[in-house]
């Protein structure tokens, strides 16, 4: 995993991805690979973090990429994001190498966190944060059913990738996540889904916002992005409502997918492509 950083000091721990929180995160300041939305947010509080730095992703359309810090401020919790152009989204020690600081929350900047700072300044200051006791509020239904129509595939919503189910295999499912790989490794656990969309994030360093697209073709799964302008990253309605191709990996391409398309026309593409026997 990416998160191999030998240079960082107790009580701050790095993560690729904030949706695999354990005790030994509980109190910690933890510094995530992931977006900065409110899902994210969510998962840091409900792992009990001491405080969390994450990727502004972009920033994106309606500050979603951001959205997290106002959300954690509610609950007491020190939140940062990095710009997404100077660290790699979802690989935490490329975050801890190089990544600078774009927007704190109201609890950070009370321990003088601020825009600018590394991740390491910022995560150190972080360590002086009290633990919340707040209760976390429930943001809703995060997983649901599109559409499921006899002799289609199934379309799915999801606002984090990590509600992947396996009966997912061989549908759509629209994933408000970003579209970068876990720790820059190859994604051999997503179930073989007909095809997927995620966020791009607005690119991020490296193009890694869109990295798992060709990664996908690897196995043969067609694989898009939503612009970060169009979608809100972290919402799959927003997606679904909204969503603009960004960019399609050769396995999409084949299938229909093109760069510019709405999302519900990229459906409509891979269903015709499955139906068809393509």
């Known amino acids: 995993m990416s998160t191999a950083a030998t240079d960082v000091p107790d009580g701050i721990l790095l993560v690729d991805t904030i949706t695999k929180l354990y ?25 009990h973090v001491r405080a969390v730095i994450q990727n502004d992703a972009g920033i994106g359309k309606d500050r979603a990429g951001i959205a997290s810090l106002a959300f954690l401020d509610e609950l007491r919790i020190a939140a940062a994001v990095t710009d997404s152009a100077t660290c790699r989204i979802a690989q935490a020690a490329d975050m801890w190498a190089g990544g600078i600081i774009s927007h704190v929350n109201e609890t950070a900047a009370a321990l003088g966190c601020k825009p ?23 943001i809703g239904e995060a997983r649901f059913v599109v559409s499921d129509n006899p002799g289609e595939p199934s379309v799915i919503g999801i606002d984090s990738a990590s509600l992947f189910k396996p009966e997912d295999a061989g549908n759509i ?23 997927a969309t ?6 991020a360093k490296d193009g890694t916002g869109h990295a798992r697209l060709p990664d996908f073709d690897r196995r ?24 603009i191709i960004s960019h399609v990996n050769e396995t999409a391409k084949r299938r229909g997918g093109a760069p510019g398309q709405t999302l519900k026309a990229f459906i409509a593409a891979m269903i015709a492509a499955k139906t068809a026997g393509s």
Do not use: F, Q
């Not at 995530?32 to 409110?38: E, F, K, L, M, N």
């Not at 499912?173 to 889904?193: I, M, Q, Y």
């Open 173 to 195: 499912v629209v994933t408000a996540s970003h579209g970068g790989l876990v720790g820059g490794l190859p994604d051999n656990t997503t179930p073989d889904v007909w095809a």
């Open 23 to 47: 005790e030994k995160h509980r109190g910690a300041v933890v510094v995530s690979g992931s977006h900065g939305a409110i899902y994210a947010g969510y998962c840091a509080a409900k792992g």
């Open 116 to 138: 600018g700072d590394t991740v390491r300044a910022c995560a150190e200051k972080m360590l002086k944060a009290a633990p919340s006791d707040a209760p976390v509020p429930s």
């Open 220 to 243: 043969g799964l067609a694989a898009a992005t939503v612009s970060n302008m169009s979608a809100r990253i972290g919402d799959a309605r927003s997606h679904l409502a909204d969503g």
């Open 198 to 203: 995620y966020n791009d994030a607005g690119g």
